[in-house]
């Protein structure tokens, strides 16, 4: 079943917002300015629960902004101090990832199949929420929104086409666009969950279909794209099952070995060296957004957490 990711962006930010404190006000693109001011204050006021905004919001004047925004205010509360809201506007929905690249001066290979525009809105609905919680516009914040986007958008969608090491995934073309580090190593950490629960799922199915006995060997490497893939699963460790000793006959007890390197082999099958190990399909069991996580919350603080880490 396909993911909804726009969906599930929504679900994380407010997710972002429940445990960060941070008010987020999801805006309606509205191309006429005083129908885009009308609606930007009845959403402001429903969300703040003021009537502050009902006064003048004429100075958001980015309602036909493309890639969406976001934007900081400040307001009275209730005579008892201030308190800040954000106002965050979607892009467009059919967005071209190229404008991501061309806002950061970064034009991606054409050569690749560039994420779809699901993808692209999803990932900018994810930074600009992040931008939500600014308080310096610093470079270590536009860091951690790049690395939340990122790994926000990769655990959200499960997306495995990293697998054989020869494309990248979308959440990594895009962070690929922008030129941050924390980009790099947020695709690498969101990888490196979704090949450690691939790994253990396909010892599970090899376990139960095949009667194999599987070894996962594990990693801690988030640098996916330095993994060496291998061509082939050895006979022996490719669970096949093979004719016994002197008595003849088939064990009945074949073995495999899971890795990073071979993962890959195991799910969309044997590509070369004529071994028999199984074809699983990928991913092997049914995907959903945050699969590895409880709940929208834990995921929105470990997402947070682990941008904030790699923004440094």
């Keep these: 079943m396909a993911i909804d990711l726009p969906t599930a962006a929504m679900a994380l930010i407010t997710a972002l917002e429940s445990v960060t404190g941070v008010?987020?006000?999801?805006?309606?693109?509205?191309?006429?300015?005083?129908?885009?001011?009308?609606?930007?204050?009845?959403?402001?006021?429903?969300?703040?629960?003021?009537?502050?905004?009902?006064?003048?919001?004429?100075?958001m004047t980015s309602n036909t902004?493309?890639?969406?925004?976001?934007?900081?205010?400040?307001?009275?509360?209730?005579?008892?101090?201030?308190?800040?809201?954000?106002?965050?506007?979607?892009?467009?929905?059919?967005i071209d990832p190229n404008f991501i690249a061309n806002a950061y001066g970064s034009p991606y290979p054409t050569i690749y199949d560039l994420p779809s525009s699901a993808e692209t809105a999803s990932w900018l609905m994810l930074y600009h929420a992040a931008h939500c919680l600014d308080t310096a516009l610093s470079d270590q914040e536009e860091n951690r929104a790049v690395a939340f986007a990122t790994l926000g958008l990769s655990l959200m969608g499960g997306d495995y086409k990293f697998l054989p090491g020869r494309v990248r995934s979308s959440a990594r073309q895009i962070a690929a666009m922008t030129g941050k580090a924390s980009g790099y190593w947020?695709?690498?950490?969101?990888?490196?969950?979704?090949?450690?629960?691939?790994?253990?799922?396909?010892?599970?199915?090899?376990?139960?279909?095949?009667?194999?006995?599987?070894?996962?060997?594990?990693?801690s490497s988030i640098d996916i794209e330095r993994i060496a893939r291998d061509s082939r699963i050895p006979e022996g460790q490719n669970c096949a099952a093979e004719a016994g000793g002197n008595g003849g006959g088939m064990r009945t007890n074949p073995q495999g070995t899971?890795?990073?390197?071979?993962?890959?082999?195991?799910?969309?099958?044997?590509?070369?060296?004529?071994?028999?190990?199984?074809?699983?399909?990928?991913p092997p069991k049914d995907y959903?957004?945050?699969?590895?996580?409880?709940?929208?919350?834990?995921?929105?603080?470990?997402?947070?957490?682990?941008?904030?880490?790699?923004?440094?």
């Design 65 to 94: 902004e493309l890639m969406g925004m976001s934007h900081i205010i400040e307001y009275n509360f209730d005579g008892k101090g201030t308190r800040r809201v954000c106002a965050l506007l979607p892009p467009i929905a059919n």
């Design 258 to 282: 899971i890795t990073d390197a071979n993962l890959w082999l195991w799910l969309y099958g044997p590509q070369s060296g004529g071994t028999s190990s199984p074809r699983l399909g990928v």
């Design 23 to 59: 008010q987020i006000a999801i805006l309606e693109r509205r191309d006429d300015p005083a129908e885009f001011w009308a609606r930007t204050a009845a959403i402001l006021c429903d969300k703040t629960k003021q009537n502050w905004c009902s006064e003048d919001v004429r100075f």
């Design 186 to 219: 947020a695709a690498g950490t969101g990888e490196r969950i979704l090949m450690d629960l691939w790994k253990t799922e396909t010892g599970d199915r090899l376990r139960r279909e095949y009667g194999c006995y599987p070894i996962v060997k594990q990693s």
């Design 288 to 312: 959903y957004p945050f699969k590895t996580f409880k709940d929208f919350s834990t995921a929105a603080s470990y997402v947070l957490e682990t941008a904030n880490k790699l923004a440094q």
